[in-house]
Nanobody, 121 residues
């Protein structure tokens, strides 16, 4: 399984970014996916998850500002982020083939390399 994350960068507070995670070596349409982040000095946390059927869950800290989506034809998962805050600064990681149960995504061992998001105030 290979996961290639992209789309990170430097953005001002209030701005928007869309992260992409291109997956290969996996039967994409049969897998759930998640986006996680690790801020400096903090543990990695779930940002959003999406099930095989398109159900989604979000961390409370990003609800209303973040949308996770998937394109099975392109084998890509997206994380659209808006109204970004300095506290959203982190390395964002894509995770594949985790369990999506009880409206919550649980990570597998398949991680992408991460993409840095920096939000300036």
């Amino acid at each position: 399984v290979q996961l290639q994350a992209s789309g990170g960068g430097l953005v001002q507070a209030g701005g928007s970014l869309t992260l992409s995670c291109a997956a290969s070596g996996i039967i994409f349409r049969n897998k759930a996916f998640g986006w996680y982040r690790r801020a400096p000095g903090k543990q990695r946390e779930l940002v959003a998850g999406i099930s095989i059927g398109g159900n989604t869950n979000y961390a409370d800290s990003v609800k209303g500002r973040v949308t996770i989506s998937r394109d099975n034809a392109k084998q890509t998962v997206y994380l659209r982020m808006s109204t970004l805050k300095p506290e959203d600064t982190a390395v964002y990681y894509c995770n594949a083939a985790g369990m999506y149960r009880l409206n919550y995504y649980q990570a597998s061992d398949y991680w992408g390399q991460g993409t840095q998001v920096t939000v300036s105030s």
